[in-house]
C-alpha cells in the first residue's frame, strides 16, 4: 500500500484566495482525521471522519475552514479567504479501528503571504 | 479531559548514549498509548503502542516503553542512539472510550544527538 497520500507537498498562495488541500487514505481505513501542526500550537485536530461521515468538526477554527469526503478514497480540506495565520502544515492521517493507531501522511505546508 | 505532557522540550545525547523520553498522561478511562516519531519535514511514524497485557513494549527502530499506571506514565526508551534517532518524538493518549478513535497528543520532545 502507498499509505496515506497528501497533496501538494507545499502550497503558497496570497491571502484572501481559496486553497484546497487533498488527501487519499489507505484503503479499508474507516477514520480520516485532518490535523494542523504549528510551532505555537502543536499538532490540532481540525475534523474527522467515519465512513465517510464527519463526526466532529470542533477543531475547525472558523467557518472559512471546511472539509469533505465524498468517497472513502478522498477528503479535501478547503480554507477559503485564506490567510497568513493559516500558515502551518497539515496532515491527513488515517486508522483502521480504535486500537490500531495512526497512519500519517507527509503534509502539505502551507503559506499563506 | 484527557492530557499528555511530555515535560521535556528538547534533550541532547551523544550517539551511542542511551535515551529516555518522558511521558505522563491524565485519562479516566484505561487509556491506548502510543508513540510516534517525525523526522524533519516528514508526517508522523508510529513507534509502539500498549493497550494491555505485558507492560514493557517493543517498538520499531530498538525503541521500548513501560507503562507505569502507578505513575501515570509511558516513557520511552533506546538502549544506544544513532545519529539518524534525532528527529521530534510525540506521545499520544486514546481509549476505546474516546468517542471516534481520537488521540490526543503532548507537545513533543525534539532529540539532538552529538557525534
Known amino acids: 500500500d502507498a499509505g496515506v497520500i497528501q497533496s501538494p507537498r507545499h502550497e503558497v498562495t496570497e491571502m484572501g484566495q481559496e486553497v484546497t488541500l487533498r488527501c487519499k487514505p489507505i484503503s479499508g481505513h474507516d477514520y480520516l482525521f485532518w490535523y494542523r501542526q504549528t510551532m505555537m500550537r502543536g499538532l490540532e485536530l481540525l475534523i474527522y471522519?467515519?465512513?465517510?461521515?464527519?463526526?466532529?468538526d470542533s477543531g475547525m477554527p472558523e467557518d472559512r475552514f471546511s472539509a469533505k469526503m465524498p468517497n472513502a478514497s478522498f477528503s479535501t480540506l478547503k480554507i477559503q479567504p485564506s490567510e497568513p495565520r493559516d500558515s502551518a502544515v497539515y496532515f491527513c492521517?488515517?486508522?483502521?479501528?480504535?486500537?490500531?493507531?495512526?497512519?500519517f501522511g507527509s503534509g502539505t505546508r502551507l503559506t499563506v503571504v | 479531559a484527557q492530557s499528555v505532557t511530555q515535560p521535556d522540550i528538547h534533550i541532547t545525547v551523544s550517539e551511542g548514549a542511551s535515551l529516555e523520553l518522558r511521558c505522563n498522561y491524565s485519562?479516566?478511562?484505561?487509556?491506548?498509548l502510543f508513540w510516534y516519531v517525525q523526522s524533519p519535514g516528514q508526517g508522523l511514524q508510529l513507534l509502539l503502542k500498549?493497550?494491555?497485557?505485558?507492560?514493557l513494549v517493543q517498538g520499531i527502530k530498538g525503541f521500548e516503553a513501560e507503562f507505569k499506571r502507578s505513575q501515570s506514565s509511558f516513557n520511552l526508551r533506546k538502549p544506544s542512539v544513532h545519529w539518524s534517532d534525532a528527529a521530534e518524538y510525540f506521545c499520544a493518549v486514546s481509549s476505546l472510550a474516546a468517542a471516534g478513535n481520537k488521540l490526543t497528543f503532548g507537545g513533543g520532545t525534539r532529540v539532538l544527538v552529538k557525534p
Open positions: 471522519f467515519n465512513n465517510n461521515v464527519p463526526i466532529d
Open positions: 485519562y479516566g478511562a484505561t487509556p491506548y
Open positions: 492521517a488515517s486508522s483502521p479501528r480504535t486500537d490500531a493507531g495512526y497512519t
Open positions: 500498549y493497550f494491555s497485557g505485558d507492560t
